[in-house]
């Protein structure tokens, strides 16, 4: 099963808006990222959140971390058209005998102008 | 920047070819990855690799091989290309370890007739 799951699936909302994506996990970690991906392309990082860290900002992207609830938040701020992508949290997890990082299904945003 | 680039965005092939997927990282990062995406079943790991000419099997290494002979180069070869191997591919680099951002190449769209 996914380390890491979104929740929601799909968001859809009107330029200027907040987006809130969620994302719960499983076991214990050390740090949790979340990664964008505009359709048809590669991922791209955005934000490392550490386990010993509550709360991490990046421009209008606030990450917020939880562990014990085993789960963390992407808030996107005044959101634009061109944030519309699908993100993706990712966390280390132990599976097949190794070590590595697994990536949740996705929140599809879409942001309309 | 870390420049993650790959040899082709789409690519046709037919049933039964030999297929190379190559990825260039200029960042001298040790570790690179070769993942598939696909609807409904999110990022899966096909090999990845810590150092030259190391190389590891990821969840799903079946019908594929690796190469890195340098440093900046894994290339992922599929030795005989079927139909259910029609995919995005994705390639990423990263430091040392797990608990770092791992950067990703734009894609290759592969389509396999």
């Known amino acids: 099963s996914q380390q890491g799951e979104e929740d929601p699936q799909a968001l859809s909302i009107q330029e200027g808006e907040n987006a809130t994506m969620n994302c719960s996990y499983k076991?214990?970690?050390?740090?949790l990222q979340w990664y964008r991906q505009n359709s048809g392309r590669g991922l791209v990082h955005l934000i490392l959140i550490r386990s010993n860290e509550r709360e991490k900002h990046s421009g209008r992207l606030r990450v917020t971390l939880d562990t014990s609830k085993k789960s963390s938040s992407l808030l996107i701020t005044a959101s634009r058209a061109a944030d519309t992508a699908s993100y993706f949290c990712a966390t280390v997890g132990f599976s097949g005998g190794y070590n590595k990082l697994i990536f949740g299904a996705g929140t599809r945003l879409a942001v309309h102008p | 920047d870390v420049k993650v680039t790959q040899s082709s965005r789409y690519l046709v092939k037919r049933t039964g070819e030999k297929v190379f997927l190559e990825c260039v990282q200029d960042?001298?990062?040790?570790?690179m990855f070769w993942y598939r995406q696909d609807p409904g079943l999110g990022l899966r790991l096909i090999y990845f690799?810590?150092?030259?000419?190391?190389?590891e099997k990821g969840d799903i290494p079946e019908g594929y091989s690796v190469s890195r002979e340098k440093k900046e180069r894994f290339s992922l070869i599929l030795e005989s290309a079927s139909t259910n191997q029609t995919s995005m591919y994705l390639c990423?680099?990263?430091?040392?370890?797990?608990?770092?951002?791992?950067?990703f190449g734009p894609g290759t769209r592969l389509l396999v007739l």
């Open positions: 076991t214990s970690i050390n740090n």
């Open positions: 990423a680099s990263s430091l040392p370890g797990l608990l770092v951002a791992q950067y």
């Open positions: 960042m001298d990062h040790e570790n």
């Open positions: 690799s810590y150092d030259v000419k190391m190389k």
